[in-house]
């Protein structure tokens, strides 16, 4: 692939067209996920532990990911010993 310096403004257009709808597409995929996980709280009468656990945490600040990330690495059959 060209540098983008050495793109010509046209690819540059179809460069950055083809990166939005890419962000645009994990965007609807992560929202979709989390819709999901929603409707499966509220199936499954969650709700009220939902509330009680995020008691005291600021769920509008980042680390969730990092988080659920050292969980399931924590989780994995080979970290149980």
Known sequence: MR???EMKPKGLKRHYNKKIKQIKNEFEI???IKN???FFIL???LIDRLKE???GIN???PGGHK???QYLILSLPENSN
């Open 3 to 5: 540098k983008l310096t």
């Open 30 to 32: 992560e929202k979709n």
């Open 36 to 38: 999901n996980l929603y």
């Open 43 to 45: 199936e499954n009468n």
């Open 53 to 55: 656990w995020q008691r």
């Open 59 to 61: 769920m509008s600040q």
């Open 67 to 69: 988080k659920a990330i």
